[in-house]
């Protein structure tokens, strides 16, 4: 029997669409696996009773299948499905980290990032690895077709989930199938400037590369209050404010000492928009973890 911790991402982070992404110090999901003569998985935790547990629609299902590796695996889900926060990536990338140990297969962290993005397509109807990549990984990642580059960095963030349901696919129907070359110049040097910030742990350079003119003010619309929450995180301190992944979450990068404030100031104007919503107050963290 083996235990893997495997944190919460956020993926884009505005301006990296389908590239960027970060590990969370929390929440997680925690994985579980037993050596079995077939695939079984058990669900449990935040939202288990939306995820299927066969193992031909289950993210890990896929994972096991990939690696060759049948067990009976056990989740306890710590992050919310359809959340924006990648949580069928955390269990996706705790089941490969966990199969790929307990079966002695040998492959590195980065080997495991195309498996475990392969299980995520299961639910998400595509392969990305900018969630997957920083849950395996940690830190900030960029998630190219070639492979992913990998940078340790220290940020505080406030990922703020409202009580609204937006799926991966819904929010990929409203991404734009083009863009003017003025929008793709502006992105690329917004990009860069996170990148930057990123290997600086400088949070208002991060802040400042994170707006994005192309996906972001398409996918805004299927998020109640999401202007109002916005202008509420800046005026409470934060330095960069987009949606976390495909949504609805709302991702916000703060100075240090900010958090408090930011989160309050995000769940209210949530509320203020009729949204319930929590706040969770964490930072950039390390990757899945065997225990
Ligand atoms: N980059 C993906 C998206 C994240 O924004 O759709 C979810 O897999």
């Known amino acids: 029997m083996l235990t893997v911790r495997a944190p919460a991402t956020s993926a884009n982070l505005g301006s990296g ?18 050596k079995a003569d077939r695939t079984t998985i058990e669900v449990t935790g935040v939202g288990a009773q939306y995820i299927p547990e066969d193992p031909e629609k289950n993210t890990v299902g896929a994972v096991a299948e990939a690696l060759d590796a049948p067990a009976h695996i056990r989740i306890d ?31 590195t962290r980065e080997e495991l990032v195309p498996i475990a993005a392969e299980g995520e397509a299961v639910v998400s109807g595509d392969a990305h690895a900018d969630n997957v990549a920083p849950s395996i990984l940690g830190g900030f990642t960029i998630a190219r ?3 992913v580059t990998n940078l340790r960095t220290d940020l505080p963030m406030v990922a703020c989930l409202p009580e609204i349901v937006v799926s991966t696919r819904d929010a990929r129907r409203v991404v734009p199938d083009g863009a003017r070359m003025d929008e793709v110049v502006e992105t690329v040097g917004n990009a860069a400037t996170l990148t930057a910030g990123m290997a600086r ?23 109640d209050g999401y202007a109002a929450v916005r202008e509420a995180a800046f005026e409470a301190g934060a330095t960069g404010v987009t949606i976390s992944g495909a949504g609805p979450a709302v991702l916000s990068v703060c100075r240090e000492g900010t958090r408090r404030k930011v989160a309050a100031a995000m769940v209210d104007a949530f509320a203020d928009a009729g949204v319930e919503a929590r706040a969770y107050q964490t930072r950039v963290g390390d990757g899945a973890r065997v225990y």
């Open 77 to 107: 889900k710590g992050v919310r499905p359809a959340s924006g926060l990648g949580s069928s990536a955390a269990s996706a990338a705790g089941a490969a980290v966990a199969l790929n140990e307990l079966y002695d297969r040998g492959k």
């Open 145 to 147: 077709s070639d492979g």
């Open 17 to 34: 669409f389908d590239v960027f992404g970060v590990a969370f110090e929390r929440p997680a999901d925690v994985v579980r696996v037993e």
């Open 201 to 223: 742990s400088d949070p208002g350079l991060v802040g400042r590369g994170m707006d994005d003119p192309i996906v972001t003010p398409a996918r805004a619309e299927l998020i």
